[in-house]
């Protein structure tokens, strides 16, 4: 297929907008920061997130299945998860590639047949954006399991019905002393 | 949008201005030679003074150095004396190295991991090169303009101003520049750092965002005086010896103003005045404040050697007979001592 | 970009925030990075200002009606107090070496926590107060008024910083962001803003002399709980003593390790270990429900709050009659302990320079204090031979250790936990050098903000932490954090359960117990968490 050919010769290109725009929706500094910094200890976000894209779409571009794809989304969506985006903001940079891919080849899409090839490959980032949202809601899911299996709930409550705690009062006189 | 460095680019224009046409349009040398710089070295010195003495007069209620290294425990442990410096000399030293080698910003290595297995180290090192670069570049230039002030020229600044120019570019094929001394060294490097220095805070997104005007004003500033100082120097050749003589005019408060030095160098000193009296005023106070920074000026030792809070003051606190009242009956089902055993009816009686 | 079509508005998800300025852009105070504001009840108990019922994310906060005017007042008076304050504000070139090295920025990636600004939303308020050039010249000298907004933005990120010291350890002039949350925090307490999870457990502290308000009998309750665990595991009756007048040494530990899971193993190893010093060396140690809290959430109000709880470790030593005091595998307890309570609460002059009876070693680096950190202790008796210890009872684990930020920062505990580990264990593998001792990467949740409503906030900011673990544990196979604060303890399973779900998380003296052969052991099937033990085949490689 034609296509193929194009988005294997263009992945380094492609992938370099497609993590452009992931990092620019962050604020511009920090973007720059995410960018910029190539240690993977200091910068987990956006190495994370060149990393994990390159793979995404290596696996997209050669009919991974599934489970790989829920592979390479994992660490970037459990990042997106915890950062103060709505679940759509978290998930729209998948669809985004859709425009990329298509000013990418805006030549050559005049081509009728690499066209069709392009539609059916829009389909599978539709795909892609569906295995997103499961693997989103995990994260969130893990995210509330996590809050309400805190310890306080978890032991405090715990004590509390077993009338271990004292609960607090109003400060007293003759409690306290001058130290 | 980010108009904070037009604002500073702007403040500098202006002043460059005042001070040419004050001496070139109006004939105000008396004023740019004399009572200018006579006010902003009082202005210098008296509220430098002032902002350290405040400074002084904040108590240190604690002890609370940043710990960079493994303290001094066991015996048989090796401790690190500078960066936890335990004793009083290691803090010297390290207090020596961060202002000599700004050691602290020197701490941002790196490392950088390759797809493969290896693991190569690097240094974040720009920043910490042309902060050294700049602030030894101006040390320099201001040990050189001492042979303005003192007759004979005292031996370091005679031996910096060799060491300088030892490395300098000298123009041998323009007949007029032979025989006068090349460009310093130190001018070029200053006016390297500060474009580097002043670029970093245009460019780099990050820093761009956290910078004041007050953060470009200076660097504009000191851009100025590197450049009237060279211009002068260099290409406009202002009278060497008619500025020793405004200077020693200056410090020895017999004030007086030779002929034919020029709007350049009234500018120039125009600028170092500024600089002088916005000091006190402003962040420049790093050089002061440096010295007394409790993170790094303090022995470590705070376990070992008491240290006393002026300003202690008493406070309500629970005592243990407080605690003891409103738990008593309970600690003793659970067989915990107790300092008063509680009366045995008035136990039944809540039970 | 600009080249690609425009998406219909609707479909605009792609979030792009805007270019203002910081001092244009308002802080948003957002659910999961705030905590719940502290209950009335907890203010009143230990007499802090204007207890009421209100929440960060209401438009009223029932702010005194002077409030301005107690902030200005209360930041004056700080300035005169602390030095520390006073240079920080004003020497700050912002350079901006600090900027990316706190882990709430790298997680989150808002650009005000980075520390330079975090600081600068005091500063602002400083140079238009105190400052001549800030009184001039206003917006341009950095200044800016005291408005709701910006105590709205006070509230938002003194409330998103752990005091871990990071930041401090790369400034050139040593601007310590901790020395700031603490002021910013100290003004916000002086209107009643405090949350909830440091406020209540600083009522519950002050009166039950723990933060969970584990009353004295109940305290006692879980102990002997740990015990029982403990003889099924062993075959040894342990007999931990309470309140003992006379006793060599008196014991302090953060009470986390008392009531939560994994901190209640690392209680068990304290235990097994003074019972085993006892049987073989007569050392005496007692226990305490009175100062039964190490950890101090004062520390996170005010310095004076911090006092009021510390007092209670004297106190109590005095009135035992001990000869010093052993602190349990706490952090900030540590840093409070290190470099505040001699001066706060001391001078300890009714205590001996601690001695360790055992191996003779005088604590020189206690002398005043007179309180030696358990992993010093037990680096000593480890060094001078005086333990009995079985590390392939720990050969089930493949060992990591997290430097917590105080004990790094504010002490330089490097080396005694890891000689420890190493001693007891024998799969050990340090994280990348950039991510440990003094330059380690906070839990994320430390400084009070453990709490769970902030659990997206505890997930970023821990994120650089749990990276690194990550790579240790890709490449050697790391099933066990081990880590030497109650916090972590109680905050990194939680960490490690979103990151990096393999593995656990360890106090250090749950390894030293696992090891430990005590005297009348029966012999051991399972460590103390009821796992089975390897072969002892495979350990000595």
């Not at chain 3, 342990?238 to 209640?264: M, N």
Request: include cysteine; glycine fraction near 6%; charge should be negative.
């Amino acid at each position: 297929m034609v296509l193929d050919k194009l988005l294997e010769q263009h992945e380094a290109a492609i992938v370099g907008l497609w993590v452009d725009h992931v990092i620019n929706t962050y604020a511009p500094d920090s973007a720059h920061f995410y960018k910029t910094q190539k240690d993977q200890f200091a910068n987990p976000v956006g190495i994370t997130f060149s990393e994990s894209l390159g793979n995404l779409f290596k696996a997209l571009r050669t009919g991974g299945d599934r489970d790989e794809l829920s592979k390479h989304l994992d660490p970037v969506l459990r990042i997106r998860a915890i950062q103060s985006f709505t679940p759509a903001e978290a998930l729209a940079f998948i669809i985004d590639l859709k425009p990329i891919l298509r000013s990418q080849f805006k030549d050559a899409l005049k081509e009728k047949r690499l066209s069709r090839e392009l539609v059916r490959f829009e389909d599978q980032i539709d795909a892609m954006l569906l295995i997103a949202f499961d693997v989103y809601s995990a994260c969130r899911e893990k995210l509330f399991e996590l809050k309400v299996s805190t310890e306080r709930e978890k032991i405090y409550k715990a004590f509390l019905r077993a009338g271990l705690i004292a609960d607090i009062k109003a400060e007293e006189p003759g409690n306290d002393a001058l130290h | 949008m980010n108009l904070k460095y037009v604002y500073s680019f702007l403040a500098v224009l202006v002043l460059f201005l005042v001070a040419y046409v004050g001496v070139e349009g109006l004939g105000l040398d008396w004023l740019f030679g004399i009572i200018v710089p006579y006010l902003a070295v009082i202005v210098f010195v008296v509220f430098g003074t002032k902002r350290i003495l405040g400074w002084g007069r904040s108590a240190v209620p604690f002890r609370i150095p940043t710990t960079a290294g493994q303290q001094k425990s066991l015996p048989w442990i090796q401790s690190s004396p500078i960066d936890n410096p335990s004793s009083k000399l290691g803090v010297w030293v390290r207090m020596a190295l961060e202002v000599l080698t700004f050691r602290s910003l020197f701490r941002n290595s790196r490392i950088k991991l390759g797809s493969g297995p290896k693991i190569s180290y690097h240094l974040e090192i720009f920043l910490w090169l042309g902060a050294l670069a700049f602030h030894y570049a101006f040390l320099v230039a201001i040990i050189r303009h001492l042979r303005f002030f003192a007759e004979p020229v005292p031996f370091f600044v005679q031996l910096v101003q060799s060491v300088d120019s030892f490395f300098r570019f000298e123009i041998h094929y323009d007949p007029i520049q032979v025989g006068l001394p090349g460009v310093a060294l130190s001018s070029i490097v200053l006016l390297l750092a500060v474009t580097f220095l002043l670029l970093r805070r245009l460019l780099d997104t990050k820093v761009r965002y956290i910078s004041l005007a007050a953060d470009y004003f200076p660097l504009f500033l000191i851009l100025g005086i590197a450049f009237t100082g060279i211009l002068m120097a260099y290409f406009t050749k202002v009278n060497v010896a008619a500025v020793k003589e405004l200077a020693t005019g200056l410090v020895t408060f017999q004030p007086t103003i030779p002929e034919g030095l020029g709007g350049v160098f009234y500018v120039h000193l125009f600028f170092v005045s500024v600089l002088l009296a916005y000091f006190p005023f402003s962040k420049l106070m790093h050089l002061g404040g440096i010295f007394m920074s409790p993170t790094r000026n303090l022995t470590t030792n705070t376990r070992a050697a008491r240290h006393v809070n002026p300003w202690n003051y008493p406070v309500k606190i629970h005592t243990y007979e407080a605690y003891e009242d409103d738990f008593r009956e309970k600690m003793v089902e659970a067989g915990l001592p107790v300092e008063k055993m509680p009366a045995a009816t008035a136990a039944e009686e809540k039970e | 970009m600009s080249d690609l079509p425009k998406p219909d508005d609707l479909l605009n998800f792609s979030h792009r925030p805007p270019k203002t300025e910081w001092m244009d852009t308002p802080a948003e105070i957002k659910k999961g990075f705030a905590c719940y504001a502290g209950n009335p009840k907890s203010l009143e108990a230990v007499g802090l200002p204007n207890p009421r019922t209100w929440s960060c994310f209401d438009e009223d906060w029932q702010l005194p009606e002077n409030w301005q005017e107690i902030i200005y007042e209360g930041f004056k008076e700080r300035l005169d107090k602390f030095r520390s304050f006073k240079v920080f504000m004003d020497i700050c070139v912002r350079c901006g070496a600090c900027s990316d090295k706190c882990h709430y920025f790298i997680g989150t990636g808002d650009p005000k926590n980075m520390p330079v600004l975090r600081a600068e939303l005091l500063r602002s308020v400083y140079r238009n107060d105190f400052t001549k050039a800030g009184k001039l010249l206003g917006r341009i000298a950095g200044a800016r008024p005291m408005t709701l907004d910006v105590l709205r933005e006070w509230w938002a990120y003194f409330f998103q910083c752990t005091e871990c010291r990071r930041c401090s350890l790369f400034c050139p002039y040593g601007i310590d962001t901790a020395e700031i949350t603490m002021m910013g925090r100290e003004l916000l307490n002086l209107l009643g803003l405090n949350i909830d999870w440091i406020a209540t457990p600083v009522a519950n502290c002050y009166r039950t002399g723990n933060h969970l308000g584990i009353q004295p009998h109940a305290f006692k309750d879980m102990i002997d709980f740990f015990v029982d665990d403990i003889e099924e595991i062993t075959g040894v009756q342990v007999e931990p003593q309470f309140q003992k007048k006379g006793a060599d040494i008196l014991f302090i530990t953060p009470s986390g390790d008392v009531f939560a899971d994994p901190g209640t193993y690392t209680c068990m190893g304290y235990l097994m270990l003074f019972h085993f010093l006892k049987e073989k060396y007569g050392l005496d140690v007692t226990w305490s429900t009175y100062a039964s809290e190490g950890g101090n959430f004062g520390f996170f109000t005010s310095h004076e709050m911090m006092k009021r709880l510390n007092a209670k470790m004297y106190l109590e030593a005095k009135r035992l009659g001990v000869k010093w005091i052993l602190g349990g595998e706490c952090g900030h307890m540590w840093r409070v302990i290190n470099q505040y309570m001699d001066t706060m609460n001391g001078p300890a002059d009714f205590l001996d320079v601690p001695v360790n009876p055992i191996t003779g070693t005088r604590f020189e680096n206690a002398a005043s204090t007179k309180m030696v950190h358990i992993t010093e202790f037990t680096a000593d008796l480890i060094h001078h031979g005086k333990l009995d210890l079985d590390p392939s009872r720990n050969e089930n684990k493949v060992l990591t250790f997290h430097d917590s930020c105080n004990p790094s920062r504010g002490m330089g505990l490097f080396e005694e936990p890891r000689y420890v580990i190493q001693n007891v264990a024998n799969n050990f593998y340090d994280m990348p050098a950039s991510t440990i001792r003094e330059q380690t990467f906070c839990c994320g949740s430390g400084a009070g903000l453990n709490a769970g409503e902030d659990m997206e906030l505890r997930m970023a900011g821990g994120l650089p932490r749990a990276n690194a673990v990550k790579h240790v544990h890709d490449k050697h196979g790391v099933n066990m954090l081990a880590t030497i604060c109650a916090i972590d303890r109680a905050v990194l399973p939680d960490l490690m359960n979103y990151w990096v779900p393999d593995v656990e998380v360890t106090g250090v003296h749950e390894l030293v117990a696992n090891a430990l052969i005590m005297p009348g052991e029966q012999e051991r099937e399972t460590d103390l968490r009821g796992e089975p033990l390897l072969g002892t085949e495979d350990a000595d490689e």
